[in-house]
Nanobody
Framework: QVQLVESGGGLVQAGGSLRLSCAAS????????MGWFRQAPGKEREFVAA????????YYTDSVKGRFTISKDNAKNTVYLQMNSLKPEDTAVYYC????????????????WGQGTQVTVSS
């Protein structure tokens, strides 16, 4: 079992920045690829970003490329999502997820999930 706890969400104006953190416990963190997903009200959960087990390879959905950065600190058992130039359409509950294999954008392929953290971007 892997337990994941997100933090860092909040209310920010458009153009602002937030950094989300996801702290993991329970298993060897370096054995897991990590992903960030988000879900806005009335919409399906969507992929945002992912990082491989070593942290050396990343992947982003097109709408956040150049604005968001995912990183992984295996020594601290934590994955981060730095979000810059935020837009109102980024408003959602953000979830981190873990899987013991490589990067994937499919939420169904992740085995463990956090409880989510709310990000609200005002215009």
């Amino acid at each position: 079992q892997v337990q994941l706890v997100e933090s860092g969400g909040g209310l920010v104006q458009a153009g602002g920045s937030l950094r989300l953190s996801c702290a993991a416990s329970g298993r060897t963190f370096s054995n897991y690829a990590m992903g960030w997903f988000r879900q806005a009200p009335g919409k399906e959960r969507e992929f945002v970003a992912a990082i491989n087990r070593s942290g050396g390879s990343t992947y982003y959905t097109d709408s956040v490329k150049g604005r968001f950065t995912i990183s992984k600190d295996n020594a601290k058992n934590t994955v981060y999502l730095q979000m810059n130039s935020l837009k109102p359409e980024d408003t959602a509950v953000y979830y981190c997820a873990a899987r013991p294999l490589g990067i994937t954008t499919s939420s169904r392929s992740y085995d463990y999930w956090g409880q989510g953290t709310q990000v609200t971007v005002s215009s």
